[in-house]
């Protein structure tokens, strides 16, 4: 049997349809079968084809209107976020490092009053409104084609300090309940650019678990002295208590320099387990969020290069941790072989810090008077500017 057009099919379905739509009840499946013989359709196709061909919708006594209830109506809603609304949105969102909408949707108001208050851009009103109103959702479909993905991948230098192993309390990701701030991970970044001979730098990340607070500083190696240096640098610059220290196995921790400093401070020391690095999820986390997405992976082995690393994280901590918000995990339960998770609307480190009871009114204070003064745009500029001279003698040096 010959296939028909498509132009062939349309006419056989309105001279069908009329019959099909008088017809009766028996009648139809007669008629519906011998549809389906000649255009080939799914029999559930065909009845649907047939049943809205010309149908006629009643409107009232008198009205009555003939439509395809196939075809699709092709008007636009109208747009409620405009040109000028995605423009500003772009400005904040490249502004705040290009995180995400359930990120950036929690922060959109501080932004906006931080850049109006030190004066670098102004919004009209219109716009100031459709910008606090806008929901996670739509910010992610406004930015879908601005968005750009990098996926690389770095090496670990981590080697086994087995000498105190016995000496320090093993701790899980399960075993972390502490509602305290002051309980952190730490963790060591290399900077060796893929070649792990001679002398680099490396970053030491601190990240406090329950306000996600982040401290980082370049060191010139892995040293003990230098390593123990860096977590005293970043214990000052706390905005609480360290109370507790949870490192990996990596003989840069692993030793009596560092066991020393935590007992004399009244510090917990506590590791993870070997080749288990959820134990350390936390400041695993931003080793890529806050120290890869900075410096990247080029090579750091110069004093000019450490100095330029040291500045950056001088601005960087008070932009992640002040202008940074951050999920955190709310509850999770499992319903057969699916895992379900809620997570906590997204805050900024300073918000959590501000927010908990356990932290000093004098802190928070203190805090408060830092946060008030700091120009959003001014701590990127500065960032970005860091960031520049660091390509720039990673060039000079290869070329």
């Known amino acids: ?17 009329k019959r099909y739509h008088k017809a009766r009840k028996r009648d139809k499946r007669t008629i519906l079968n011998e549809f389906i013989h000649s255009t080939g359709y799914h029999r559930t196709y065909a009845a ?30 109208e747009t409620i976020y405009g040109e000028a609304v995605v423009k500003a949105l772009k400005f904040i969102w490249k502004l705040m490092d290009f995180i995400c909408g359930k990120r950036l949707k929690p922060i959109l108001s501080e932004a906006i009053n931080n850049l109006e208050r030190f004066e670098i851009i102004s919004f009209d009103d219109e716009v100031k409104q459709k910008l606090l109103s806008i929901s996670p959702a739509t910010i992610d479909r406004k930015l879908k084609k601005e968005r750009k993905k990098l996926e690389l991948k770095g090496r670990s230098h981590t080697k086994p300090g087995n000498l105190l192993k016995h000496q320090i309390q093993i701790k899980t990701f399960a075993d972390w309940n502490d509602i305290v701030p002051g309980f952190v991970e730490v963790d060591l970044v290399s900077h060796d650019g893929g070649n792990s001979s001679g002398e680099f730098c490396f970053s030491l990340d601190m990240t406090d678990v329950e306000t996600q607070w982040v401290e980082s500083s370049a060191i010139r190696n892995k040293a003990q002295i230098w390593t123990v240096k860096a977590i005293d640098k970043a214990k000052g ?38 080749n288990k690095k959820n134990d350390n999820c936390y400041v695993e986390q931003k080793n890529f969020s806050v120290i890869r997405n900075a410096v990247g992976y080029n090579r750091y082995d110069t004093d000019e290069e450490l100095n330029i690393l040291n500045e950056l994280y001088g601005y960087l901590r008070l932009y992640t941790n002040h202008f940074q918000p951050a999920m955190k995990l709310k509850e999770k339960h499992r319903n057969g072989a699916k895992l379900y998770k809620s997570y906590a609307i997204a805050k900024t480190p300073y918000q959590r810090v501000m927010e908990h009871d356990k932290v000093p009114n004098e802190n928070k204070n203190v805090l408060k008077g830092i946060h008030e003064n700091l120009n959003l745009y001014e701590l990127k500029s500065n960032i970005t500017e860091c960031q520049r001279k660091l390509l720039l003698l990673h060039k000079k040096k290869y070329g």
């Open 1 to 17: 049997m010959e296939r028909l057009t498509m132009n062939e099919k349309k006419k056989l379905t309105r001279l069908t349809a």
């Open 48 to 77: 649907f084809v047939l049943r809205n061909e010309c149908k006629t919708v009643r409107i009232g006594r008198r009205n009555a209107f003939k439509g395809d209830l196939r075809v699709k109506s092709h008007h636009k809603r």
């Open 237 to 274: 610059n706390l905005p609480f208590k360290l109370l507790g220290l949870n490192s990996d196995n990596g003989s840069e921790f692993i030793n009596t320099h560092l066991l020393k400093y935590c007992e004399s401070g009244h510090i917990t020391f506590t590791r993870s387990r070997s």
